[in-house]
Structure formats: structure tokens, C-alpha cells
């Protein structure tokens, strides 16, 4: 009975239905187990455990179901959870079923025919890596990357994409594979508007119709998007270039036919007025004109532009000595097509700032104060009537005093006084910046919460604002930008930082509160690394400083990226985390390459221009004399071979003084060790950059460099070299022929020591750069001739003030002969002079010189020092120097001299002397340099007058020469 | 226990079906409403508005058009710092709630029977409230008009009837009127915008 009841009952359950989303009776009951459905979920149990608002044992609440679905959702890993309940033994039993979401993992593409190329197809896609990832997603990137190739004329483009899910890891992997089809050509273009000329000319600007440069060709370019736009803008210049500022060429439509495959252009044309800039009281070039009236850049004219051409004009005459300079516009309206836009200037008298005076400051002295200025006394050369504008008066005025907010001078007034007639002289201006510094404020206290206890120790540290400091807003901003990098470096990417103040016991005493709410700690559940064709995984994986359970750090994501970028193997390496939004504590850290092509081609033409010696085989100029050589370079490299990051490359050089081949294989960062490289290399080269001989070399070598810090670094090497010296080249005594023109093996192990600590290598204005090098040459590494050498090199740079610096540099080598060949080697000694060593001399041509022909023979030891006065010269981008070289390269140690005369004609052991002047011009990628030397000591020699036969025969004439005393030097970067 | 009453109850446990307690209805963005607020919401609207709760399929859909609106205002409230209404406000709007019934205790035998608790009531009444004032603070000064613009407004109002009435003795009616019509269709179209620019997802398995 109590069965049939039972069972009658339970077929009611069965029976009834709940109102959605009103479950009937399960509030209130215990929670016996809790299940997931599927069990395999993309977030660990424990983390989802932690996310339910509800555990086994507790009693059921609706409020808490809710809480639980929204929890569950806001992790970004669902997209869509529902949460069921039925009766168990012990309770009840939720079930938790959830829809997974998935995520980018990368996007490639194939197929593209450029314009557009793979990157900008992928770039029109807006899937970014990481992100969730939906159907929809994928149809709106199709339809922007079908707009990318419309655009560029592909009419008939096919993407087929491929989606690949990968549900251990929820990512999805997004191919499209592109049908380009063929491009679409030009057919002419049509015109609608005002054109003012004929559709003719309007089509011919446009440069759609096949030509190079002014010759027509037959037929029409293939259509591009960047063709259009250009055409368009070439269009607008021409009415531009009628001064009609404000045309508006648009492209209307373009009309596609399908049958021919081609496109023609509708164009609307509004000419607008002619815009007339006439300037009344002063006189400008047309030039200049454009660059002060932004009507021209902007293309458009409005009061605003007119007023800012106003501005840039008042500054203009400012800067050239007109400092009270009046001026104003006159727009009228546009008649008969024409608009005048006049400019009334009166310039009035011309002035010269002849002084800049600074008062009143005790904290700050003077010249820390002058280091901020940007006006300038007149001076020579540089700034004739000085620089100034009462812009940039003003601007100084504002630097000096957020100087002195930004160290707790919080009431400091500073005012900038313009005298005229300064000092009774008429048109003299000086300027004084007066200070009142006021008292300072300070911190009394420094309160800082929400932090723990190790992490505030830290900050304490790190942090500028501390009791007893001075009190600026300055310092809190660079406070709250350490604290939250901190934060965001240590896995919590949502910290916030507030802070506020109270006045403190006394007077100019604050009380500063920091309040930092660092939010939830991410941790890396994985690193996931995607886009590996060719490379190695294990090499990316030790790159990574990334590893499960680490705090996410942005700053550890960012070295790791920086790291793999300098394998030099990665056109792209992006990083992401995955679901970025999601409030999940462990995420997935994504790395996605693209690798780079494997193979890579350099070739280029140049010449050198420079004092070159004399024909092979004549015995002119032994000095040299100016020579022109041009020179062709070829190169290939293949990258990342073996997957493993190394490179091969093979380089050539052809020039009428050089024949080069050399072949490197480079592995970067040695066994994951960033701070080492191993290169390997072999080099063939005939070269005659040396005047007396022309010398044939073959060499291998293997170089490990080793970086032992920031500044220092260390390179092994081991070179295995034979040099041959081609006799007939040797321009030297004949009796010293057979001697010095034997062919020679040298073995060499070298060190080098290099210490950087310039503040920039192509410019430098402070700082020091040393350099070792030793080498040993030995039989039992073999070689023929035994020695050793040593390089030494000394540089240091001493600002004076801002902009002036004066650098010198010492150079030291010395080599000693220990066994075998009785001479050392003419290749292996010691060739100095020229740009970069003593200005005095050419190219290689200091030191001993051959008592029958005049030519460098090299010496074993050497000394040079310079002595380089850098200073602005004119404008921003010219810059002057003047320098003292003296030194020499000498016959060996005992007869290094510092010793000013030449004894006699065949005295070459005295140090040599050289003065001069240098301009340097400013580029971005280092100065270009030019320097003019006068040298009172230039060797005296003989030089021979005759052909090699006379010379072996022992006729021909010795000659009286010497080093021209006057040089010229051209080249790039600073000498040292 | 007899066994045998025991053997019946754990039958009775193993029989009771699997019930849905909740599930996600609509995300609007990352925010969530689920298929328990929306039934919320209409057996409040019902309570509130007198007629019995309807929770066909047909009026969930709606409702949770609803809430989505409701969500996209109070968020755009919230980023302009509307403010909230106080307890006051809120409590001046449940007085004449109460005082549709005879006593307190039939009131809340009123809130039990139409399955909402007070508190519910009162957030329900507090977000309408808010949203008012938002709609007003950030669409009334849009809301200009002439004399013209009231007159023609009047004449649509009487289209069809008798000779409208004097337009001075009821210009602060018609004036009120007016605005309230021009802020909902400013309100309207504010949300068509929002709504289109705003990812909204319905799971249709909420709404069967």
C-alpha cells in the first residue's frame, strides 16, 4: 500500500513543472555533491570551486544560483551556463552545465597577391589574439578582407575560411584561404564637378595610363588602392598648384566591368576660389611663405589657420632680430573666383638679445637654471640677434618655475622682464627671469595603505615622496607610476592608486595618503606558442620567462618578446593574454609567431672618394692622391637554419681596390645564453688599401663574444690566416723584396676587452669607451712568424654645460716579435692615419716609409692622441669642432718619440702633429663629418720618380716629397 | 523505519526529476540576466499593475527586452553619476502601494500570494525612479519648443474633436505633455542606437 502510495506520489513529481526560472522547492535544501557538465571544463575545479558562491553542505539559495551564473559568464570561458537541481540521498545535487567559449589562437592567410599582402589581410581581419572568438567574428573579418581587395581592384577574390577549435586549450585557430583572382585595370576616369580643365588632363594627372615618368605607354596600370588615392591627390595638386587651397577631389564611384575586367573612376571636382596670400610690410620667399601659413599644409582655409599663420609669423620676424614685430590679416570674401587673404606686418626695429639674466634663485644655481632656457644671447655665429620670441621667453619662464614645483617650491613666482634699449644701447633687448623661490614645502608624513607589509617595504623604497622630502606633485605622479608598474609587473593588472593630502603640524608641512588597491593577482596557468614552422619550440620555450603558477608580469611578457625579437628569426612575435577581460585567477599567456623569410639578399653600389694611392705599378704619389673607386656588394643570408636561430651568410665586396668574399655562420645567444654568440668565418680578400703592396688573404676564424654586463664585454678569438703579398705590387727596395714578399701563415689567439659606457655611440657627449685587445701568434697554433700585440684604446667625453663637449681619445699598440720569420709579417703592422686615427696623414700613411720609394711600410708600435672642442655652430643641425691630433705609428718601442722635429729626410720616429677644423651636420643616423687639418710637421721623405724597372735596374731619381700639411677627411659619424 | 517506508522515500528522491533552477537568459555585454529575474520582474510588474502574472514564453521575451533597456539606462546613469533615489524618494512611491489595501498584514499577504518580497519591490520602484531622472537630466535640455510647436501639438491632440480647448488655460498641461512625449522619443531613439551598438545575446532556450 505504502508502495502504490509512494509511487503515486512520485509520478505527481514527475508530472509537475515548475514555472520557468521558479523552481519549486529546492531553496532551502542541503547541497549534497556539486557536478559540472561536461566534467571536462576549461577552468580547474579548484578555481571554479572558489568562483561558486555555494559549496557542498551549504542549503540552497536562489540568490546564490544567480550569483553563481553570473560568476560563471564573467570569466569570459562560457558562453552560456545553466544550473539544475535533483533530489539525492543525502540532499540535493547541482549540476552545473556549461557551453565552453573559445579564443583566438592566430589568424593566417594564403593566397594574397600584393596589394594587399598578408599582413594587411590579416591586419583587415580585426581578430586580435586572445580575444573570444565567434561565428560572426569570422564572417565580418571575410567581409572586411574582401573590402581590402575590392579596393585593389580584386573583383573576383574567393576566402574560404578554415576554423580550427582546439578544446583542450579553448583557442581557435583561423585560416582563410585567398582566391585573388585577377586584378582589375584602369580604363580611363570620369569627371564631374567644375573641372576647369579637360577630362583629358584630368585623366593624364591622375597617372592611371601605363608610362614612365612623362612617356606614355599604351594601355592601363593595374588597379590598386594606393593608385587611387595617389590619383586623386595628384588631381588636387593640380588645382593646388593654381593656388585653389580648398578643392575637393573625391571619388564618386568606381564603376567595375565584369566583361573586361576593368574600373573606371568617377572623380567630383569643386575647384574652390583661388586663394591669394599677399604679405604687406616685409618680404618673404613663396617658400617660406607655405611653411608659416598652414592653409597650405592643411589645404583648407578657416579663421583658425589664418590665426595660427599669424602666430608662426609674429615668431618668424621674432626669431630674425624682430622682437616687436605687429601683425595682422585681412580676409576678403571670395569674388570672381578669387580670394585674398592679405597679411599687414610691421616689423619694426631690429633687436639683439644680449642678455639673460637670471635673479633671485638661491636653490637652483645658475647654470642648472640656463640648462632649461631655449632663448639665447646673441652670439658670432650661431644666433646673430640671438633667439628669441616672447613664445619662448615665456615657455623658459614656465620650465624654471615647474622646476622649482617639482622640488617643493609650491608658491614660487617667477616673472620674465624684457628690457629694450639695454644697458642705453638703442635696439639691445636683455631678458632677466626673476625668482621668488619662497618657502619650501615638505612631507611631514607618508601614510601609504592598502598594501601588505613586504610590498610597502619595497615601495618605500622606491617611491620619491618620503617625510622630510620635498613636497610635489610631480613626485606623486612618478610615486603612482612605480606603484602601479609594480603592481602590474607582479600580476595585478587592475590596481588602482589614489592619494590625497592634509595639511600638516606646521606650516608647509602636508600630510600625504596613498591609497593603492591592487584588485585580484593573475597567475600563468600556461604558456601556449603558436605559429612554429621551422623553428625550434625548445628554442622559443627558453626565451620565455614565463612559467605555470608565475604572477603574470607585463614587464616578464615584454622581455620575453624583446629576447625572442633578437634571435633576429621573427618578422612578428605577438604576445596576449588569453581572455583578457575574463576575471579568472590563472590565464593563459599566448606567444604567436610569424617567422621571418628564410632567405634575405643585400647588394649595393657606392664609391669611395679619397686620397687613394698612386697606379698599381707606377711609383707616383706615394702619399697618394685624390682617387676615385667604385664598389658593388652582394650578400645572401639564410636565416635560422636548423631551426635553431643560426645564420649563414655569404658576402661579397668588388671594388677597384678591394676583392672580398666572406662567409659568417652566426649562433646567437649560445646554448640559450643571450649574453653569449659564437661566429665562425671565412674570408677570401685582395685589397691595395695599403699603398705599397697589394696582399692576398685567406683566413678562417671562430669568435665567441661574451657581454659580462651592460658596459663591458669580452670577445675570444682564434684566427688562422695566409697572406700573400703579390711582388710586383711592392713598392719597395728591391733588396727588401725577397724578405717581405714571402707568403705567411699566422695563427692567433686574441682577446678583447671592450668597456662602453657612452651616453650615444654615433654622438656622443659624455662618458667613456676603452678597449684591450691582445693577441699572441704561435708556431703551435700555426703560424710562421711568432709575436705578440697589443691595442689599447682610451676615450673619454666631458660635457661642458649643455651643448659643448670636449672629447680625446689615446691610442696605444705595440707588437714584438718573439720567433720565427726575422721580420714581422708587412700585412700583420701596425697602419694608422687618416680619418680616424691622426688627420694629419691620409689614409695609412703614417709611420716608416721605404728609403728608396717613399711608401708605408708599417711599424710595430704606435701612439696617437686627439683632442676634439665640439660645439654648436649654426642653427640646431650644424655643429663645429676643433681638434689636435698628434702621433705617429713608429718602427717599434724603443724609438716611440714625442719628439715634434723630423731629425731627417729619414726620420719617420717623431710625433706628428695636426690642427684643424671640423663641421659636422646632423643626420639620424649619426653626423656626417668633414674636417680640414694643417699639420706644421708633416713627414719630409724620398720618394722615387721612375717605373718597377728602373727601379730594379737601380735607375730612376729619388725625389724630395712630403705629407701635404693641408688634408681633408669626409666621412660619417664622429671621429671617436 | 519499516524498510519498507524507507525504500519508498529514497524511490520518491531517485524519481524527483532534475529541475532547472536558473540559467542565463540574455548577456548584454559581460552582464547576465537570467531566466529567474525576468520571471521577477513580471510578477513584480503584475503585482504592481494589478493584473495576474503572465509568463508565456511571449512575455518573458518581452520582459527581458525590457531588462536589457533597463540595464543599458541604469549603466549609462551610472557613468553620469545619476543620482540614486533616496529611501524617502523610494518610500513616497510605496505609501500609496500600501494604502490600496486595507492593512498592512493584507499587504504582505498580497506580496506573498504574488510570489515578490518587499525589499524587491522597492529596488524594482528605485531603479524606475532613477531612470526618470536620468532620462530627464540627460534628454530634457534637448527638449525646445515655441508657442507654434504647442499650438500644432494641441491641435494634433484635438484632431478630430470637438473645438479645442482654450490653449492659455491648459498650456502647463499640454506643455508637460509635449515634453514627456519628445523625452521618451529622444529616450527611444538614444537606445536604438545603443541597442545596436551593444552586443546582445538571448538564449532561446530560456525563452521556451
Known sequence: MLLFATLLLASAVLGQTSPPGEPASFEGRTIARIEFDPPDQPLPRDELDRLLPMGVGATLKMDDVRVALRKLYETGHYTDVSISAEPAREGLTLRVSTERAYFLQGVTVDGASDPPNRNQLISATKLELGTPFSERDVLQAIQNMQERMLANGLFHAGIQPLVRRNPETGETDVHFQVDAGKRARFQGAQVRGDALHPAEKIADATRWARGLGFVPFPGWRDMTENRVQSGIERVRQLFVRENRLQARVTLENINYDGKTNTV?????????????????????????????????????????????????????????????????????????????????????????????????????????????????????????????????????????????????????????????????????????????????????????????????????????????????????????????????????????????????????????????????????????????????????????????????????????????????????????????????????????????????????????????????????????????????????????????????????????????????????????????????????????????????????????????????????????????????????????????????????????????????????????????????????????????????RNSTYHPLGKEITIARTLQFGYMQRLAGLPEIPLPERFYAGGNSSQRAFPDNQAGPRDFTTGFPLGGTAMLFHSTEFRFPLFGENIGGVLFHDMGNVYTNIRELSFRFRQRDIGDFDYMVHGVGLGIRYRTPVGPVRVDFSFSPNSPRFFGFQGTRDELLAGTGTLTNQRINQFQFHFSLGQTF | MKPAATFAIALLALAAPAETLDRIAVTVEKHVITQSEIVRYLRISAFLDGPMPDISAFSRREAAGRLVDQYLILEDAEQSRTPLPSTD???????????????????????????????????????????LRYTDLRFRPEVQYTDQDLREFQASLARGSAPPPDFEQNRKQLEKLFIDKRLMQALDSWLETVRHNTPVVYREAAFQ
Open chain 1, 264 to 792: 573606371t573612376p568617377t572623380l567630383f571636382i569643386n575647384p574652390g576660389p583661388v586663394i591669394e596670400v599677399r604679405i604687406e610690410g616685409a618680404s618673404l620667399s613663396s617658400g617660406r611663405l607655405r611653411q608659416l601659413i598652414p592653409i597650405y599644409e592643411e589645404r583648407n582655409v578657416d579663421r583658425g589657420l589664418l590665426i595660427e599663420g599669424n602666430r608662426n609669423l609674429i615668431d618668424y620676424f621674432q626669431a630674425q632680430g624682430y622682437f616687436d614685430v605687429e601683425s595682422d590679416f585681412v580676409e576678403t570674401p571670395e569674388t570672381n573666383g578669387l580670394q585674398v587673404i592679405q597679411y599687414i606686418i610691421a616689423r619694426n626695429a631690429r633687436h639683439k638679445l644680449v642678455s639673460v639674466e637670471i635673479t633671485g634663485n638661491r636653490f637652483f644655481d645658475e647654470a642648472t637654471l640656463r640648462d632649461r632656457l631655449s632663448i639665447r644671447p646673441a652670439s658670432a655665429l650661431r644666433y646673430r640677434y640671438g633667439r628669441y620670441s616672447e613664445k619662448l621667453r615665456d615657455q623658459d619662464r614656465d620650465n624654471i618655475r615647474d622646476l622649482y614645483r617639482a622640488n617643493g617650491y609650491r608658491d614660487v613666482v617667477v616673472e620674465a622682464v624684457t628690457v629694450d634699449d639695454f644697458e642705453g644701447k638703442q635696439d639691445h633687448l636683455g631678458v632677466r627671469f626673476e625668482v621668488q623661490e619662497g618657502e619650501p614645502w615638505s612631507v611631514e608624513a607618508l601614510d601609504i595603505e592598502g598594501v601588505e607589509e613586504a610590498d610597502g617595504e619595497y615601495l618605500r623604497g622606491v617611491i620619491q615622496t618620503s617625510p622630510g622630502q620635498a613636497f610635489s606633485e610631480t613626485n606623486i605622479a612618478a610615486d603612482r607610476d612605480a606603484v602601479l608598474s609594480f603592481y602590474l609587473n607582479n600580476g595585478y593588472p587592475e590596481a588602482t592608486f589614489d592619494w590625497s593630502q592634509t595639511p600638516g603640524t606646521e606650516d608647509r608641512r602636508v600630510r600625504v595618503r596613498y591609497v593603492v588597491h591592487p584588485g585580484d593577482r593573475q597567475y600563468v596557468r600556461d604558456v601556449l606558442i603558436h605559429g612554429l614552422d621551422t623553428t625550434r619550440r625548445s628554442l622559443v620555450t627558453s626565451r620565455i620567462r614565463l612559467r605555470p603558477g608565475d604572477a603574470v608580469s607585463q614587464s616578464q611578457i615584454s622581455e620575453s618578446q624583446r629576447r625572442l625579437y633578437d634571435l633576429g628569426i621573427f618578422a612578428k612575435v605577438q604576445t596576449a593574454l588569453q581572455n583578457p577581460e575574463g576575471i579568472e585567477e590563472r590565464k593563459h599567456v599566448l606567444f604567436h609567431f610569424d617567422e621571418a623569410a628564410k632567405y634575405s639578399f643585400t647588394a649595393a653600389i657606392g664609391a669611395e672618394l679619397a686620397r687613394i694611392g698612386g697606379g698599381v705599378t707606377t711609383f707616383d704619389s706615394p702619399a697618394g692622391q685624390a682617387g676615385f673607386s667604385p664598389r658593388l656588394s652582394l650578400g645572401i643570408s639564410r636565416l635560422n637554419l636548423l631551426g635553431l636561430a643560426h645564420t649563414a651568410s655569404l658576402q661579397g665586396l668588388v671594388s677597384t681596390l678591394q676583392q672580398r668574399a666572406i662567409s659568417t655562420y652566426v649562433v646567437p645567444q649560445l646554448s640559450g645564453n643571450e649574453n653569449l654568440n659564437l661566429t665562425f668565418s671565412a674570408l677570401f680578400d685582395t685589397s691595395r688599401d695599403v699603398r705599397t703592396f697589394a696582399a692576398r688573404r685567406w683566413e678562417g676564424s671562430v669568435q665567441l663574444a661574451q657581454r659580462l654586463s651592460r658596459a663591458n664585454s669580452l670577445q675570444y678569438r682564434y684566427a688562422f690566416r695566409r697572406s700573400t703579398i703579390d711582388e710586383n705590387t711592392l713598392k719597395i727596395s728591391p733588396e727588401l723584396i725577397p724578405l717581405l714578399s714571402q707568403p705567411v701563415r699566422v695563427g692567433m689567439v686574441a682577446l678583447t676587452l671592450i668597456q662602453d659606457r657612452r651616453d650615444n655611440p654615433t654622438d656622443t657627449h659624455r662618458g667613456v669607451y676603452n678597449t684591450m685587445d691582445t693577441a699572441v701568434s704561435l708556431r703551435q697554433l700555426g703560424s710562421e712568424s711568432e709575436f705578440t700585440r697589443l691595442l689599447l
Open chain 2, 89 to 131: 524618494d523610494v518610500e513616497a512611491m510605496v505609501q500609496p502601494l500600501i494604502r490600496r489595501y486595507a492593512s498592512q498584514e493584507e499587504y504582505l499577504a498580497a506580496l506573498r500570494s504574488a510570489g515578490v518580497t518587499e525589499a524587491e519591490v522597492r529596488e524594482h520602484l528605485a531603479a524606475g525612479l532613477r531612470m
